[in-house]
């Protein structure tokens, strides 16, 4: 009997940064998540595997963040606009830049009111 666990996260909050048009989240999953958010369940089935729990883990971290938790919603981020290339419109194109952006006054890791909100969700099933 072995145990894996699979993960699906969503996270960006750069609405209201002074850079962009609001919605700017909305449009960034739109572009990298067409579809459905995945659900591991049914593909753990069909590869023999029996369900034991799926959670979701909510974690909402109120602005007055660390310098840590800065640097890593800055890298976070860095990573989610390394996908994102010419895909945004002309208009939204500066955001992702402004917001990890080590010194501008739209970085993450200066700005008083950053927050970080995610969803993980886990899915532990077992081989019978």
């Not at 999953?29 to 369900?51: E, F, I, K, M, Q």
């Not at 860095?78 to 194109?93: A, C, I, N, V």
Request: net charge positive.
């Amino acid at each position: 009997m072995g145990l894996f666990a699979a993960a699906r996260a969503s996270c960006l909050r750069s609405d209201g940064i002074g850079v962009v048009r609001p919605g700017l989240e909305t449009r960034v999953h739109a572009l990298l998540n067409p579809g459905p958010a995945a659900d591991w369940t049914d593909h753990l089935a069909r590869a023999g595997s029996v369900l034991e729990a799926e959670r979701p883990f909510v974690v909402n971290l109120p602005s007055r963040l660390s310098a840590a938790t800065a640097r890593y919603a800055q890298v976070c981020l860095r990573k989610l606009r390394s996908y994102l290339d010419d895909r945004l419109p002309t208009d939204d194109r500066a955001a992702p830049d402004a917001v990890i952006d080590r010194v501008g006054p739209h970085g993450v890791l200066g700005r008083e009111d950053l927050t970080v909100p995610t969803t993980r969700t886990t899915w532990a099933p077992r081989r019978p």
